[in-house]
């Protein structure tokens, strides 16, 4: 009987770790998460609901319960809107199970957006859960800028600290799956949680959509709106492994060094363009051109020339 309960038992340890370790997108559990600190103001009902003192400065850690849902989205985000109804039904779903209801919070955390714009999203969709402003990308840089939808379990371990146990980019298909993971990383147990140092997120390269020989006529044509003629080209490597275009143009009675960058932003939406686009300055710093390689606005419509 001894056992067949030792095997019993170890068959659920081993079911534990193949539950953890074998998620379909693995990144390495117990990663710690951070004790994000918010400045704004909540409503009553969100207080209430996250467990919090009236105050206008809070940190995450201060907020009550076992596992948080936290959803990184952008109020412009597409996909963020198409998701909203879903979490909508899975905080609703959470509210009406006496296991889940105060152990489980859904937290929005809004990368790039204000107050203003938090409140009209709430507004619009009826969003019944805390969505905590990040104006100036502070949460969202502090877990490695993932493009949005990104969805994070985070578990409290034995020690008291917040531990990342899953994660998913993009539009989650239902509520019943999220309330299906849900369930799951609930049952871990923090002592088999490994600790691992690492992201939280990676985010892809950023690739401008030119060839290299494309790159250096732009660089070329930023250079010679100056005025000049380039009479010399190069490419330099930088220490941090970013380059730039060192130009020598010749104005007729004097030569001038002018230089080209290749600037480039992520997308904080899961299916926007990213932002590409040369600027050329001079040897004091002075921009005197701007060339757009890609830079797009709402449903990924480029800029016209107006």
Same mark, same amino acid.
């Not at 998620?23 to 117990?30: E, L, S, T, V, Y």
């Not at 409503?43 to 919090?52: F, H, V």
């Not at 019944?128 to 502090?142: E, K, N, R, S, V």
């Given at each position: 009987?001894? $056992?067949?309960?030792?095997?019993?038992?170890?068959?659920?340890?081993?079911?534990?770790?193949?539950?953890?370790?074998?998620?379909?997108?693995?990144?390495?559990?117990?990663?710690?998460?951070?004790?994000?600190?918010?400045?704004?103001?909540?409503?009553?009902?969100?207080?209430?609901?996250?467990?919090?003192?009236? $105050?206008?400065?809070?940190?995450?850690?201060?907020?009550?319960?076992?596992?948080?849902?936290?959803?990184?989205?952008?109020?412009?985000?597409?996909?963020?809107?198409?998701?909203?109804?879903?979490?909508?039904?899975? &905080?609703?779903?959470?509210?009406?199970?006496?296991?889940? $209801?105060?152990?489980?919070?859904?937290?929005?955390?809004?990368?790039?957006?204000?107050?203003?714009?938090?409140?009209?999203?709430?507004?619009?969709?009826?969003?019944? &859960?805390?969505?905590?402003?990040?104006?100036?990308?502070?949460?969202?840089?502090?877990?490695?800028?993932?493009?949005?939808?990104?969805?994070?379990?985070?578990?409290?371990?034995?020690?008291?600290?917040?531990?990342?146990?899953?994660?998913?980019?993009?539009?989650?298909?239902?509520?019943?799956?999220?309330?299906?993971?849900?369930?799951?990383?609930?049952?871990?147990?923090?002592?088999?949680?490994?600790?691992?140092?690492?992201?939280?997120?990676?985010?892809?390269?950023?690739?401008?959509?030119?060839?290299?020989?494309?790159?250096?006529?732009?660089?070329?044509?930023?250079?010679?709106?100056?005025?000049?003629?380039?009479?010399?080209?190069?490419?330099?490597?930088?220490?941090?492994?970013?380059?730039? &275009?060192?130009?020598?143009?010749?104005?007729?009675?004097? $030569?001038?060094?002018?230089?080209?960058?290749?600037?480039?932003?992520?997308?904080?939406?899961?299916?926007?363009?990213?932002?590409?686009?040369?600027?050329?300055?001079?040897?004091?710093?002075?921009?005197?051109?701007?060339?757009?390689?890609?830079?797009?606005?709402?449903?990924?419509?480029?800029?016209?020339?107006?």
């Amino acid at each position: 009987m001894k $056992k067949r309960k030792s095997l019993y038992i170890i068959f659920l340890i081993l079911l534990s770790y193949q539950v953890v370790y074998g998620a379909k997108n693995p990144i390495g559990f117990a990663i710690p998460f951070p004790d994000l600190t918010f400045r704004q103001t909540l409503s009553k009902e969100d207080m209430a609901y996250l467990g919090i003192a009236p $105050k206008r400065v809070f940190r995450l850690g201060e907020i009550r319960g076992a596992l948080f849902l936290i959803e990184y989205l952008n109020t412009y985000c597409v996909n963020c809107v198409r998701q909203a109804p879903i979490l909508n039904e899975v &905080y609703l779903q959470i509210q009406k199970d006496p296991f889940l $209801k105060g152990r489980v919070k859904i937290i929005g955390i809004a990368a790039g957006n204000n107050s203003e714009e938090v409140r009209h999203f709430k507004n619009q969709y009826k969003i019944p &859960y805390p969505i905590l402003q990040d104006p100036d990308f502070d949460a969202h840089q502090a877990v490695g800028e993932p493009r949005t939808p990104f969805m994070i379990w985070v578990r409290k371990d034995r020690e008291g600290k917040w531990v990342v146990v899953s994660r998913h980019l993009g539009v989650i298909e239902s509520a019943k799956k999220v309330l299906e993971e849900t369930k799951v990383v609930l049952q871990y147990d923090p002592a088999l949680f490994k600790p691992k140092i690492g992201p939280i997120y990676e985010g892809d390269a950023l690739i401008p959509p030119l060839r290299e020989e494309e790159l250096i006529q732009k660089a070329r044509m930023g250079m010679e709106t100056s005025g000049g003629r380039v009479i010399e080209l190069e490419k330099i490597m930088l220490k941090d492994g970013d380059f730039i &275009y060192m130009g020598s143009l010749d104005f007729g009675p004097y $030569k001038k060094k002018l230089f080209s960058k290749l600037a480039s932003r992520r997308a904080v939406c899961d299916i926007c363009h990213d932002t590409f686009f040369f600027y050329t300055f001079d040897s004091e710093g002075m921009i005197v051109d701007l060339i757009p390689i890609q830079l797009t606005k709402v449903d990924n419509l480029n800029w016209t020339e107006e």
